[in-house]
């Protein structure tokens, strides 16, 4: 079963919050919520999130700092800022903190809703499969740059987690080294592209296949590409 999205709601209205809440548990999204900054402060620190709607004007630690604090100590989850105030100034600063989208109160609960799916895109293209998923034997986490399994832990390049999750979220499909380099270098194909895409297979083989001449994750598919078999649930 696939694991839900994740979504902290910082809203300091009760009404708002549950609003919010509902809708997007409406919406198959995993929701938690903080009403004020220091309980944002500890989920955050707790759990690792998809995305986080952040309202600016929040009690004890106000939402900007929030997201300075965040993203200075590595957070990179998603941040879209929620607030009443609209000015063109407010949403530059807001950006310029490091957050992803911003939205001015009111707005529609549909655009909302767009929004998120939009930025969840942006920042993970492959939503099904998430930030957190199985690849094989391995369990890899996106967000910290590992993989685990009963054979130890690894580290894993930010290119190395693209390609398994790419890979992840398309199973039992050959997948062209044109199709990887496009969609994960987001460059045309050209020869160094083919040996590029070739060598980062290669590297990552070494760190999850337990005999790299015999691939039981990524197989190559002469002439076509690369596979990735998942086995049935």
Same mark, same amino acid.
């Given at each position: 079963?696939?694991? *839900?999205?994740?979504?902290?709601?910082?809203?300091?209205?009760?009404?708002?919050?549950? $609003?919010?809440k509902?809708?997007?548990?409406?919406?198959?999204?995993?929701?938690?919520?903080?009403?004020?900054?220091?309980?944002?402060?500890? #989920?955050?620190?707790?759990?690792?999130?998809?995305?986080?709607?952040?309202?600016?004007? #929040?009690?004890?630690?106000?939402?900007?700092?929030?997201c300075?604090?965040?993203?200075?100590? $590595?957070v990179?989850?998603?941040?879209?800022?929620?607030?009443? *105030?609209?000015?063109?100034?407010?949403?530059?600063?807001g950006?310029?903190? $490091?957050a992803?989208?911003?939205?001015?109160?009111?707005?529609? #609960?549909e655009?909302?809703?767009?929004?998120?799916?939009?930025?969840?895109?942006?920042?993970?293209?492959?939503?099904?499969?998430?930030?957190?998923f199985?690849?094989?034997?391995?369990?890899?986490?996106?967000?910290?740059?590992?993989?685990?399994?009963?054979? $130890?832990?690894?580290?894993?390049s930010?290119?190395?987690?693209?390609?398994?999750?790419?890979?992840?979220?398309?199973?039992?499909?050959?997948?062209?080294r044109?199709e990887?380099?496009?969609?994960?270098?987001?460059?045309?194909?050209?020869?160094?592209?083919?040996?590029?895409?070739?060598?980062h297979?290669? *590297?990552?083989?070494?760190?999850?296949?337990?005999?790299?001449?015999?691939?039981?994750?990524?197989?190559?598919?002469?002439?076509?590409?690369?596979?990735?078999?998942?086995?049935?649930?």
């Open positions: 079963m696939k694991e *839900k999205i994740s979504i902290l709601i910082v809203e300091d209205e009760p009404k708002i919050r549950d $609003g919010l509902d809708f997007l548990e409406f919406h198959d999204f995993s929701v938690s919520e903080a009403g004020e900054g220091l309980e944002a402060e500890r #989920l955050v620190q707790q759990k690792r999130f998809d995305l986080i709607l952040l309202d600016l004007m #929040l009690p004890k630690i106000s939402g900007e700092q929030l300075t604090q965040w993203r200075e100590n $590595g990179q989850t998603p941040i879209i800022m929620v607030t009443a *105030k609209g000015q063109e100034q407010e949403k530059i600063t950006l310029n903190l $490091g992803d989208d911003y939205m001015a109160k009111p707005f529609s #609960l655009e909302l809703l767009a929004r998120i799916k939009a930025v969840l895109r942006r920042m993970d293209p492959q939503r099904k499969v998430g930030r957190s199985v690849f094989g034997s391995w369990q890899v986490d996106i967000e910290r740059l590992i993989i685990e399994s009963q054979a $130890g832990k690894q580290e894993i930010q290119r190395e987690a693209q390609l398994i999750q790419y890979f992840a979220a398309h199973p039992n499909r050959v997948i062209s044109e990887l380099y496009e969609q994960i270098w987001q460059e045309q194909m050209t020869d160094i592209g083919t040996r590029t895409v070739d060598m297979i290669a *590297k990552l083989r070494s760190k999850i296949e337990s005999d790299t001449t015999k691939p039981s994750f990524i197989k190559t598919v002469r002439g076509a590409g690369y596979l990735y078999e998942q086995a049935d649930e």
